[in-house]
């Protein structure tokens, strides 16, 4: 780093401080949503390639989970990999489902999280899924955050597979379809989701500019606040995510409009 970089890299500290030493602790949300965008472009703007891009965007995980224990967060819920990204090339997949198993592992043996995986299961290799279910059960006594891992995640997926667990749970209860009809609620497909009893997401953040949900918890974030990053997810910093509670706790939050 040269002169400057050095000066503006102290200022944002200092920033990031000012920002942290205002922050109401009590307005924290307990649930964050953060869909992770903007890996290949920050690669493709720093010259370098897709994988590294993705590995960049890894590292940044460990971190940001990090802040979220700083400032009292609950339950965090990453964006790994959709089910529309099973559509890239072979050899852009093939390395980012490696650099996702490598996440989940460490999460696992980071000793700070407990993992659990959101998404369809059968869509992803044998050997992810064997590090999903390993990771769930050496972590499941911890009592740190709550991490999701979405891969193989999609919104609607999650909604046709909540209805299709709702009816086979139905069924092996011997329940009568027009029972079944009459008692549909809410509360009983939310119960089916795959974040189960968990609380919905008070705040979701996107990088990168984009300002879309692209199916990420469409059932759960219906009163879910947003916050739209422009910068790049491998270049997060402190600062922004600061900023998102920041503005978060500014809003008055309104249920039905």
């Given at each position: 780093?040269?002169?400057?970089?050095?000066?503006?890299?102290?200022?944002?500290?200092?920033?990031?401080?000012?920002?942290?030493?205002?922050?109401?602790?009590?307005?924290?949300?307990?649930?964050?949503?953060?869909?992770?965008?903007?890996?290949?472009?920050?690669?493709?703007?720093?010259?370098?390639?897709?994988?590294?891009?993705?590995?960049?965007?890894?590292?940044?995980?460990?971190?940001?989970?990090?802040?979220?224990?700083?400032?009292?967060?609950?339950?965090?819920?990453?964006?790994?990999?959709?089910?529309?990204?099973?559509?890239?090339?072979?050899?852009?997949?093939?390395?980012?489902?490696?650099?996702?198993?490598?996440?989940?592992?460490?999460?696992?043996?980071?000793?700070?999280?407990?993992?659990?995986?959101?998404?369809?299961?059968?869509?992803?290799?044998?050997?992810?899924?064997?590090?999903?279910?390993?990771?769930?059960?050496?972590?499941?006594?911890?009592?740190?955050?709550?991490?999701?891992?979405?891969?193989?995640?999609?919104?609607?997926?999650?909604?046709?597979?909540?209805?299709?667990?709702?009816?086979?749970?139905?069924?092996?209860?011997?329940?009568?379809m027009e029972d079944l009809a009459e008692s549909v609620d809410i509360d009983m497909?939310?119960?089916?989701?795959?974040?189960?009893?968990?609380?919905?997401?008070?705040?979701?953040?996107?990088?990168?500019?984009?300002?879309?949900?692209?199916?990420?918890?469409?059932?759960?974030?219906?009163?879910?606040?947003?916050?739209?990053?422009?910068?790049?997810?491998?270049?997060?910093?402190?600062?922004?995510?600061?900023?998102?509670?920041?503005?978060?706790?500014?809003?008055?939050?309104?249920?039905?409009g």
């Open positions: 780093m040269n002169l400057r970089d050095n000066l503006r890299s102290l200022l944002v500290r200092l920033y990031a401080r000012r920002v942290e030493g205002h922050l109401d602790h009590d307005q924290v949300p307990k649930h964050i949503g953060v869909i992770m965008d903007g890996n290949r472009r920050w690669a493709k703007a720093s010259g370098s390639t897709t994988v590294h891009g993705h590995r960049a965007g890894a590292d940044k995980i460990e971190e940001f989970l990090g802040w979220c224990t700083e400032t009292d967060v609950e339950v965090v819920t990453l964006w790994l990999l959709s089910t529309d990204n099973f559509d890239r090339p072979q050899d852009e997949l093939g390395p980012l489902l490696g650099i996702i198993e490598n996440v989940v592992r460490t999460l696992a043996a980071d000793g700070r999280w407990r993992v659990h995986h959101v998404g369809a299961m059968d869509l992803l290799p044998g050997a992810m899924q064997h590090t999903l279910k390993e990771a769930e059960e050496t972590t499941a006594h911890i009592d740190g955050i709550l991490v999701n891992v979405a891969i193989g995640y999609g919104g609607r997926q999650e909604i046709a597979d909540a209805v299709r667990s709702m009816l086979l749970d139905a069924k092996d209860k011997g329940v009568p497909i939310g119960r089916h989701l795959y974040t189960g009893a968990q609380p919905d997401p008070d705040l979701v953040i996107r990088t990168s500019g984009e300002q879309r949900l692209s199916g990420f918890m469409l059932w759960q974030t219906a009163h879910s606040e947003y916050y739209f990053c422009e910068v790049f997810w491998p270049a997060f910093r402190k600062v922004d995510f600061l900023r998102a509670l920041r503005d978060y706790a500014a809003r008055h939050r309104r249920y039905g």
